[in-house]
Antibody
Framework: QVELQESGPGLVKPSETLSLTCSVSGVSISSSIYYWGWIRQSPGKGLEWIAIIYYSGNTYHNPSLRSRVTISVDTSKNQFSLRLTSVTAADTAVYYC????????????WGKGATVTVSS | QTVVTQEPSVSVSPGGTVTLTCGLSSGSVSTNYYPSWYQQNPGQAPRTLISTTNTRSSGVPDRFSGSILGNKAALTITGAQADDESVYYCAFFMPSISWVFGGGTKLTVL
């Protein structure tokens, strides 16, 4: 079955760049039926969609984060990644990666989440 | 900016039926917004329950059902069980190719 696993540093200093990778198993990231996405959840808060990417490199971003977000895909490693620049304490959150079955437009399979704290 | 509204908290008796709703500040909800529903327990990732208004994900019990009720998306739990106590989030797919989530409903089964 499809499984996703987030990885990356759990602590990032303010003004630096947050980098996370999502490793995909059970399906090729080049599958035509999925986009691949990042969603985050700040402590005690709700869910916020960040960005999605297709294996070809086509992307869509949350407008509120667009200027700081880069999402990329590595088909050779079956992974996709998130970079968030100029982080502040407001970016402290659990970051989830997920499948986005295209034409159905929902978050299908979720990773377990990676906790990222922004602190000096 | 689009705001998604959910009841902050709802309670239901074991075996009872409860409906959670999800509204859009911009107007009525329709299937064109592809409503989806997620269940999240403390310390865990969300679990997808419902997609495209009323399609249950694999392994989701049929006591969970999705619909459009009036001008909102709805999640109905028929025959609530103790382990349905959780936080439920809805989400809408917007025409601009983006998603908006509701703030979540904490369901108590007592």
């Amino acid at each position: 079955q499809v499984e996703l696993q987030e990885s990356g540093p759990g602590l990032v200093k303010p003004s630096e760049t947050l980098s996370l990778t999502c490793s995909v198993s059970g399906v090729s990231i080049s599958s035509s039926i999925y986009y691949w996405g990042w969603i985050r959840q700040s402590p005690g808060k709700g869910l916020e969609w960040i960005a999605i990417i297709y294996y070809s490199g086509n992307t869509y971003h949350n407008p509120s984060l667009r200027s700081r977000v880069t999402i990329s895909v590595d088909t050779s490693k079956n992974q996709f990644s998130l970079r968030l620049t100029s982080v502040t304490a407001a970016d402290t959150a659990v970051y989830y990666c997920a499948t986005i079955p295209w034409y159905y437009y929902y978050m299908g399979v979720w990773g377990k989440g990676a906790t990222v704290t922004v602190s000096s | 900016q689009t705001v998604v509204t959910q009841e902050p908290s709802v309670s239901v008796s074991p075996g009872g039926t409860v409906t959670l709703t999800c509204g859009l500040s911009s107007g009525s909800v329709s299937t064109n917004y592809y409503p989806s529903w997620y269940q999240q327990n403390p310390g865990q990732a969300p679990r997808t329950l419902i997609s495209t208004t009323n399609t249950r994900s694999s392994g989701v019990p049929d006591r969970f059902s999705g619909s459009i009720l009036g001008n909102k998306a709805a999640l109905t739990i028929t025959g609530a069980q103790a382990d349905d106590e959780s936080v439920y989030y809805c989400a809408f797919f917007m025409p601009s190719i983006s998603w908006v989530f509701g703030g979540g409903t904490k369901l108590t089964v007592l």
